[in-house]
């Protein structure tokens, strides 16, 4: 893991250093950390780190995926736990990381209450920006996350299922139930979750993270199955010694759903940046989520449009 995340580590060491050597490392962080551009949305100021790749061609329609970072995180940390540069200088889509907002604590998502609304317009008024400062193609727009980012990319697989094309969730934080989304039309989602997950438990249940219990991942992969018109007898496979695939087909619109169960996996991004363990739990390399997604992705583009 590079500087980038052990930053908030360093400054509990720099608490016994001298004051300038401490404002040096915070001018440091905040450079690092930096976002690239903004945007006003809602009427509030927004960040985001955007990512254009030198094989990106302006003469050609270029795929957008959207990343959402967790709760607590900033656009730069899901940089480095994703990886998705890299994977945009092979294959040449733009990247970009929305930032939640702070409002003087953690920057989070807001997927529940007044807040919802607001995100999503940001999300909204966001692709609407690099489509007209970047050759975007609009059936090409992908949203993933991780945790409360994997929780937002559920909302707007709902609130923007016409500008959507599929989504990705990695240890996703679903605080709002399936039965929020009453908007019929099928989304493509593949998802990552590890079954020693100590903030969304694999199997439901309450945590420290939040006062209300987490659905039941399998139960709520299937819900999502049920929304996209699936077959309902999944298929499922085994693809690492410690990864299983289930796999929902002959959905409506060929929205497939996917999920990979990592077992014994923590609340992290496999095959990504590792976090913390003690914090996060193990994070395993028998499979690459990014490269899954974009595999995922690159399969399913919007129709009719």
Known sequence: MTGRLRIPVAALVLISIPLLLAAIEAMSYDVVNRNNGTLVSSGLTREYLLYVPRSSDRMNPTPLVISLHGAGMWPAAQVEISRWNA???????????????????????????????????????????????????????????????????FVLSCALSDGIAAVGLVAAAHLVPASWCTDPEPVPMISFHGTADRFTPYNGGTSVVAPRPFPSIPAWTAEWAVRNRCVPSPIDTAVGADVTRLEYASCARDARVVLYTIRDGGHTWPGGGPLPEWFAGPTSDSIDATALMWAFFHQHRLLGR
């Open 87 to 153: 994977l945009a200088d092979r294959e040449g889509f733009i990247v970009v990381y929305p930032s939640g907002l702070g409002g003087g604590g953690p920057r989070v998502w807001r997927v529940g209450g007044e807040g919802i609304s607001r995100d999503v317009r940001f999300i909204s008024d966001l692709i609407d920006t690099l489509t007209a400062d970047y050759n975007i193609d609009r059936t090409r727009v992908y949203a993933n996350g991780l945790s409360n980012g994997g929780g937002m990319s």
